[in-house]
């Protein structure tokens, strides 16, 4: 079954372009706990709230760095696909992901009394970035095939 095609950039592009946003996001995220965190596992350990301390620097990094990032790949994502019924569930999941988060981090900014985990309640989409990776050599492959005519090996 052939995917549905992005609009504005070659399919490949924007799985590439996906891929290197996810990657950023994740890179950014570590580099949070590393150096703003360090010696600690995560910001939220066992489901525990962190120290206020933390808790204030978690929330200054969601709004000024994730939510900014997640926002940029959903809407490359919203951006490229026209029919919505054939978003790749991966796609899917990510976007399902990042608005239940901001729907959420929206709620409480307006009701401090709102109850808040301070992250979202799904976790980031585990299978998005192997469905990306599987993705872009599906499509390299596929360009392979086109410009030898001929079935190149998986």
Known sequence: MRRLQPKSMSEIEFYRELRERTSLSFSVFQNFCRNVIPGRPGVFIFGQKPEPEIYALWIEFVETHIFPMNMETASLIV????????????LEDFLDYHNDWISE???????????YSGHAERNFPAKLDGFIQREIWRLYVAGLE????KQVAH
């Open 79 to 90: 951006s490229n696909f026209q029919n919505f019924e054939k978003l790749p569930p991966e």
């Open 105 to 115: 981090h929206a709620k409480w900014k307006a009701d401090n009394s709102y109850p």
């Open 146 to 149: 086109e410009k030898y005519g």
